[in-house]
């Protein structure tokens, strides 16, 4: 299932970072570290975040020693307040159900100036629908929760914010094994927002 090169929306979202001067950077759900190996490689002081031990023995051996990584529940991180440039969150908003805790810890581990950057899948999705809808947007698919937003959806998650920008950003993704076997369109909201003061 896991690919070898970072999603799409890294190398702008890299660019965004580098417009703003940023230096630290906490990657949350980083998974199997493709997207933390390009941060890293991009010249940011990188740390992963990831709960799963299989995702990050994997991560371990894509960054080899690029950057640091930390295994800890995004919602409850083991680091001080405003301590941070940036956090990102790459393809994890559309494998939990209500990302709210997790969007509030970015606010609370950035400084203020700071820059969250995160996607999400759209309605648009060509995966939309797969599955059993268990709630409205969403549906388990192969033992996987898969949750797509409209604007409005992510405009109120991100109430607390200024968003400086967000992007609809698509890209033909390769089939993924017996996960899902052929290929695919991903239909994804890009935000990059600061905190409001």
């Not at 940023?22 to 949350?28: A, M, P, S």
């Not at 490689?41 to 709960?51: R, W």
């Not at 059993?132 to 409209?150: C, G, S, V």
Request: a negative charge; aromatic letters at 10%.
């Amino acid at each position: 299932m896991w690919q070898e090169d970072p999603i799409p929306v890294i190398p702008p979202a890299i660019e965004a970072l580098k417009k703003r001067n940023i230096r630290t950077v906490v990657d949350l759900g980083c998974g199997d570290g493709r997207n933390l190996a390009a941060l890293a490689d991009a010249g940011f002081n990188a740390t992963g975040v990831d709960i799963a031990p299989t995702g990050l023995a994997h991560a371990r051996r894509v960054i080899r020693q690029r950057a640091f990584l930390l295994r800890a529940d995004a919602t409850t991180l083991p680091l001080v307040d405003a301590s941070v440039d940036a956090v990102t969150c790459f393809d994890v908003f559309g494998q939990i159900q209500d990302p709210t805790q997790l969007i509030a810890e970015a606010r609370r581990v950035v400084h203020p100036g700071g820059l969250f950057v995160t996607n999400a899948f759209t309605l648009k999705d060509e995966t939309y629908g797969e599955g059993t809808e268990i709630a409205p947007h969403t549906f388990a698919y192969k033992d996987t929760l898969f949750r797509y937003y409209d604007e409005d959806e992510m405009r109120t998650l991100f109430a607390d914010w200024n968003i400086l920008e967000m992007d609809r950003i698509s890209w033909d993704d390769p089939p993924h094994g017996d996960f899902r076997p052929y290929p695919h369109k991903h239909d994804n909201w890009v935000v990059y927002a600061t905190p409001r003061s």
